[in-house]
C-alpha cells in the first residue's frame, strides 16, 4: 500500500513539474539520432543506431559503435551537445522532486490515501509511548499511523509514521483520508487548561464521528464529569487518564506491588499481555470453566474476561456456569498470543 501510494506521489509531482516535456524531448532527440545515424551510416541499423543514441545521451560511452561518416559524426556531437544538457536537467528535476516531497513530508504539509490506518491526534509523551507500544505488537509494527499536531516537524524517525501539521479539523482529518481510516486516538492538548482541553477532545470527536462514524474512536478526558458529553458525542472508548493514574496510585499504596502486574499486562515489551481472541470453534456452547481450564491446558493463557462481538459489552470475570455463544471474544493474559 505504500509503495502504490509513493508511485502516484511521484507521479503526481511529475505532472506538476512538466517532466512528460522533458522526457518529450529525450524521446525526440532518440528517435531523430536512432533514424539518421542508420541512413547515414553503411553498416548500421536501425537497432544498432537506437542502441548507440541510448549509450551517447547517457554518456556511459561504451565505444562499442562509433559513426564514421562526416553526416553520423555531426549528428553525434548534436547529441552531445543537447542530449547532455537535456538528461541533466532531468535528473535535477527527478532529484528536486524526490527532496522536496521529503520535506513536505517531515513539514506535515502532505495528504495521504492510507486505509484501514489509525489516526493519531495530538503530540505529548503519551503519544510517544502509545507509538512505541504499537509498534511493539506485531499486528501494528508495520501499520501506517498519521500524525495530527500542531507542532513545526515530524516529531520521530518512524518509516510508518506520516504527519500532518495543524490542529484537528475538516482539513487535517481530510487530508489523513479519516473516511477510511480504522482507529482513531484522540488525546488532550497539554497546553490548554483542563476544562478547555477536554472541550476541545469532545469538539474532535464530533468532527471525526460526523465524517467516518465506523472508525472506532478511542479519546483521552482529564475531569471524569465530561465523559457523559464525550460519550453523546459518539467516542467508542472514553479513557479518563488523571482517573486511572489515580487509581493505580490508590492500588499501589493498599496492595503494594500491584502496579507492577498491571505494568507488566498492559506493556508489549515484554512479559505477559493482554490479547483478545474469538472463541474457539469447538468450545461454543461451552461453560466458561470450561473453557478457562481449555486455554490454560492448551495455550498456557488465563482467561480474564470475555467480550459479545468485538466490540460489545465485555463482562469480567465470567460466572463459571456462563455459556460462550458464537460471537464471543475472550480477553486472556498470556506470554504469547494464542494462534487459535
Same mark, same amino acid.
Given at each position: 500500500?505504500?509503495?502504490?501510494f509513493?508511485f502516484?506521489q511521484?507521479?503526481r509531482?511529475?505532472?506538476d513539474e512538466?517532466i512528460?516535456?522533458i ?6 532527440i532518440i528517435?531523430f539520432?536512432s533514424?539518421s545515424?542508420s541512413?547515414l551510416?553503411p ?21 562499442d ?11 553525434a ?5 543537447f ?11 527527478i532529484a528536486?522532486? /524526490?527532496?522536496? $516531497?521529503? *520535506?513536505?513530508? +517531515? &513539514? ?5 490515501k492510507f @486505509?484501514s490506518? =489509525?489516526?493519531?491526534?495530538?503530540w505529548? /509523551?503519551?503519544? $510517544?509511548v *502509545?507509538?512505541? +507500544? &504499537?509498534?511493539?505488537?506485531p499486528?501494528?509494527k @508495520?501499520?501506517p =499511523?498519521?500524525l495530527?499536531a500542531n507542532i513545526?516537524?515530524?516529531?520521530v524517525?518512524d518509516?510508518n &509514521?506520516?504527519?500532518?501539521?495543524g490542529?484537528v479539523?475538516?482539513?487535517?482529518l ?5 473516511i477510511k ?6 488525546l488532550?492538548?497539554?497546553?490548554l487548561?483542563y476544562t ?7 469538539l474532535?470527536t464530533?468532527?471525526?464521528?460526523s465524517?467516518?462514524?465506523n472508525?472506532?474512536t ?10 457523559q ?5 459518539k467516542?467508542d472508548?472514553?479513557?479518563v487518564?488523571?482517573?486511572l493514574?489515580?487509581?493505580?496510585v490508590?492500588?499501589?499504596?493498599l496492595?503494594h506491588g500491584i502496579?507492577k502486574?498491571?505494568a507488566d499486562l ?5 512479559g505477559?499481555?493482554l490479547?483478545?481472541?474469538?472463541i ?5 456452547g ?13 495455550y498456557?493463557s ?5 467480550q459479545?462481538g468485538s466490540?460489545?459489552e465485555v463482562i ?6 456462563y ?6 471474544y475472550?480477553?486472556?493474559?498470556a ?6
Amino acid at each position: 500500500m505504500k509503495l502504490i501510494f509513493f508511485f502516484k506521489q511521484i507521479l503526481r509531482n511529475l505532472q506538476d513539474e512538466n517532466i512528460d516535456r522533458i522526457l518529450l524531448m529525450i524521446g525526440i532527440i532518440i528517435a531523430f539520432s536512432s533514424i539518421s545515424l542508420s541512413l547515414l551510416e553503411p553498416d548500421l541499423s536501425l537497432f544498432d543506431a537506437f542502441w548507440w543514441s541510448v549509450v551517447t545521451l547517457t554518456t556511459v560511452g561504451y565505444g562499442d559503435i562509433a559513426p564514421v561518416t562526416p553526416g553520423g559524426r555531426l549528428i553525434a556531437i548534436v547529441e552531445m551537445i543537447f542530449g547532455v544538457g537535456i538528461l541533466a536537467t532531468f535528473s535535477a528535476t527527478i532529484a528536486s522532486i /524526490l527532496v522536496n $516531497q521529503k *520535506i513536505r513530508q +517531515e &513539514l506535515g504539509m502532505s495528504s495521504y490515501k492510507f @486505509e484501514s490506518h =489509525i489516526i493519531l491526534c495530538e503530540w505529548n /509523551l503519551r503519544s $510517544q509511548v *502509545i507509538l512505541k +507500544e &504499537l509498534r511493539l505488537e506485531p499486528q501494528t509494527k @508495520e501499520k501506517p =499511523i498519521v500524525l495530527i499536531a500542531n507542532i513545526e516537524r515530524k516529531p520521530v524517525e518512524d518509516e510508518n &509514521l506520516f504527519f500532518i501539521q495543524g490542529h484537528v479539523s475538516d482539513e487535517t482529518l481530510n487530508r489523513a483520508n479519516l473516511i477510511k481510516a480504522k482507529t482513531v486516538i484522540i488525546l488532550g492538548d497539554d497546553s490548554l487548561d483542563y476544562t478547555t482541553r477536554d472541550a476541545k477532545v469532545v469538539l474532535s470527536t464530533l468532527t471525526v464521528e460526523s465524517i467516518n462514524p465506523n472508525a472506532y474512536t478511542i479519546v483521552e478526558m482529564v475531569d471524569p464529569a465530561h465523559v457523559q458529553t464525550c460519550k453523546r458525542a459518539k467516542a467508542d472508548q472514553v479513557i479518563v487518564s488523571s482517573e486511572l493514574s489515580s487509581m493505580l496510585v490508590a492500588q499501589e499504596a493498599l496492595n503494594h506491588g500491584i502496579t507492577k502486574v498491571v505494568a507488566d499486562l498492559l506493556s508489549f515489551q515484554d512479559g505477559n499481555q493482554l490479547y483478545k481472541i474469538p472463541i474457539p470453534k469447538s468450545k461454543i456452547g461451552e461453560g466458561f470453566i470450561d473453557v478457562f481450564i481449555f486455554m490454560k491446558q492448551m495455550y498456557q493463557s488465563t482467561v480474564v474476561a470475555v467480550q459479545k462481538g468485538s466490540e460489545g459489552e465485555v463482562i469480567s470475570n465470567p460466572p463459571t456456569d456462563y455459556e460462550l455463544e458464537n460471537n464471543d471474544y475472550l480477553i486472556v493474559i498470556a506470554s504469547n498470543k494464542p494462534r487459535i
